[in-house]
C-alpha cells in the first residue's frame, strides 16, 4: 500500500527542489522529515509540509502505521513557466523565466 501527496505549481525551480529530494529518497519518514527540516534550502518549507501531508493520508485514508513509514519514491517535474520581461539599457527588453514544479512524494509501510 501507498500514500502519497502531490503538490503543483509550487513557485520554486525543480533544479533547487531536486537536490533536497535526493537526501531523503529511501529513508525512514522520521529521519527524511529531521533531514528536511534542518537543510537550509527554500525548498524545504515546502517538503515538510508535503512529507507531514502523506504521512497524514497514510494514516487516516489507509490505516497505515506512522512508524513504519518510509519515502519509496520523490520526485520533481517541470510545471508551467511565467513568462516575465524586465526593461534593459537602450530600450531593450530581456524576459525572466519565473518557473514552477510539480513534486509528488510517496511514502510507502515496511513489513
Same mark, same amino acid.
Given at each position: 500500500?501507498?500514500? #502519497? ?7 520554486? +525551480?525543480? #533544479? ?55 519515502? +519509496? ?6 510545471? @508551467? ?17 519565473? @518557473?514552477? +514544479? ?10
Amino acid at each position: 500500500m501507498e500514500a #502519497r501527496a502531490i503538490l503543483k505549481d509550487a513557485r520554486i +525551480s525543480p #533544479r533547487k527542489v531536486k537536490i533536497v529530494l535526493d537526501l531523503i529518497r529511501g529513508k525512514n519518514y522520521d529521519v527524511a522529515l529531521a533531514t528536511v527540516k534542518h537543510t537550509p534550502k527554500a525548498a524545504s518549507e515546502y517538503l515538510v509540509k508535503l512529507l507531514e501531508s502523506a504521512a497524514a493520508n497514510a494514516e487516516n485514508n489507509h490505516n497505515m502505521d506512522k512508524n513504519n513509514l518510509y519515502v +519509496s519514491q520523490c520526485f520533481v517535474t517541470p510545471g @508551467r513557466t511565467l513568462k516575465r520581461i524586465i526593461p534593459v539599457s537602450r530600450g531593450r527588453a530581456n524576459r525572466i523565466l519565473k @518557473r514552477t +514544479s510539480h513534486i509528488t512524494i510517496v511514502l510507502g509501510e515496511k513489513e
